[in-house]
């Protein structure tokens, strides 16, 4: 994906499996299909019954699992993370899944998707009980609340730890006899669960379902934790629901387009926001082109509902890392010089409309309008598929300030000068909920839409720990 949010870092992937004879193959290839959501790190936990084993590095998934590693992790359930780090820092010490060893608790392996927005408040709790944390994550925050749990069952012991968290968060815990799932009461981060044969498989997004040869089965509800053992599945609510909050960016930009969340497929969703666009953008062009890869559905929707037609006019070098791993602006700036190329025979000397899925900073908008316009472009009019990005993010996107957000400080006509196109247009918050159309009633139909709006679905922290706002949507 290079759309203008690479300015937003990713979220993490999750994949688990239980009960196959060639589990670390199969996670290994899970995670394959889930690394879009994180490249900094990846790791595999496996157990055979019996123990715990575990492989982690910093890197992508080929760069980590060679097939002996792979051969060495043997056991019948795994469960797998593929990293980009929300909170917390880099190395790897960070890199998910983690393996704690308890003599209360016994073993458990824990990997996290999203952010818990009291995490510093609650680590700062458990150091003055005796607590010392061997990581920068909030995902280590959980792993001392359950051994510091009352007594009972191990699953008893997480869910009373998972009462104690607050914000985004996609839980998979495993022992020796277990794998456990978890979301948060809002459903900030979608996991879904699948069938191979006899045995059980969980991720991310379903796409790794297909790769693997899983039949997915359905959704983890909101507030629901899921045990699954050699004698099957079994669920049990933690946490009554308080309105479904999906993050509205797994839609417009984080999950590949072949995924499903709550039934609906995220190409046909960002199609539909393309067209949408183009109803509300009602612009006069020769060409409509996408940035890649993430905005192309929304290109093509917006194509077929505006009768222009559709061409590739930018072409992406798949062989250079994303401009957000790069650690200053100058060299994100770079970046997308390498990264992409306009396609001079299609855009010279035409008007052409640029969509994108979402403005961040506007580096990368402002160079790619740039280039188009010294191929020849007579006029470059931007197009995005989603509303203004006025506000952070704390659930697990990398957008802690609104100073660092162009939209937080400026309006629509100076961003349109700032990044030099012709014209801007964003879908409107309305557009938005219509175009993605989830199942749910409710103002925001089931999704968390704070980037846009400023109401967040859970109280925020601020960095000493105070609440500084609470809204409900």
């Known amino acids: 994906m290079l759309a203008e949010i690479r300015g937003l870092n990713e979220e993490c992937g999750l994949f688990g499996i239980w009960g196959h004879e060639e589990a670390p193959q199969l996670t290994y290839y899970g995670l394959h299909s889930l690394q879009h959501r994180g490249q900094e790190g990846a790791g595999m936990v496996v157990t055979d019954g019996e123990a715990l084993r575990a492989h982690k590095a910093e890197g992508l998934v080929n760069d980590v699992f060679s097939q002996k590693i792979i051969e060495d992790l043997k056991g019948k359930s795994a469960i797998g993370h593929v990293r980009y780090a929300t909170a917390g820092g880099g190395g790897i010490a960070n890199v998910q899944p983690f393996l704690f060893n308890s003599q209360t608790v016994g073993s458990f392996a824990l990997a996290h998707n999203g952010n818990l927005v009291n995490a510093a408040s609650l680590k700062n709790q458990l150091e003055m009980q005796g607590s010392i944390f061997q990581t920068t994550s909030d995902t280590e925050v959980l792993a001392h609340l359950i051994r510091r749990s009352g007594t009972g069952a191990f699953k008893d012991r997480v869910k009373q730890a998972i009462s104690l968290v607050e914000g985004a968060y996609a839980f998979l815990v495993m022992t020796e006899t277990d794998m456990l799932v978890a979301v948060d009461p809002h459903g900030l981060r979608p996991v879904s669960i699948g069938r191979l044969g006899k045995a059980y498989v969980v991720a991310s997004e379903t796409c790794a379902f297909d790769l693997v040869g899983a039949e997915y089965i359905r959704d983890v509800e909101p507030g629901e934790l899921v045990i699954i053992n050699d004698e099957g599945l079994h669920s049990e609510l933690f946490a009554v629901s308080s309105g479904r909050a999906m993050c509205s960016m797994e839609y417009i930009y984080f999950s590949r387009p072949d995924s499903n969340i709550d039934g609906i497929n995220v190409h046909t969703a960002r199609k539909s926001l393309g067209k949408r666009l183009a109803m509300e953008a009602q612009i006069e062009a020769d060409v409509v082109t996408g940035v890649p890869d993430s905005s192309i559905s929304a290109a093509i929707g917006f194509a077929e509902a505006s009768g222009i037609p559709y061409e590739m006019g930018l072409i992406k070098n798949r062989y250079v890392g994303r401009t957000f791993i ?59 598929s989603s509303p203004p990005i006025k506000n952070p993010c704390f659930y697990g996107i990398d957008t802690s300030s609104k100073e660092e957000l162009i939209a937080g400080r400026n309006s629509v006509e100076e961003i349109r000068q700032l990044i030099g196109a012709d014209s801007l247009t964003f879908l409107s918050v309305e557009g938005t909920i219509e175009a993605i159309g989830r199942p749910f009633e409710g103002e925001y139909r089931g999704q968390c839409m704070a980037c846009f709006t400023g109401k967040y679905p859970t109280e925020i922290y601020t960095m000493d720990d105070h609440p500084y706002e609470k809204i409900k949507q």
């Open 326 to 384: 790069q650690p200053s602006q100058s060299l994100r700036e770079q970046g997308v010089k390498m990264k992409l190329a306009p396609v001079r025979g299609v855009v010279e000397g035409k008007r052409v409309i640029m969509v994108d899925d979402s403005i961040v900073r506007g580096t990368t908008s402002r160079r790619i309008v740039n280039m188009l316009k010294e191929a020849g472009a007579k006029e470059v009019h931007v197009c995005i």
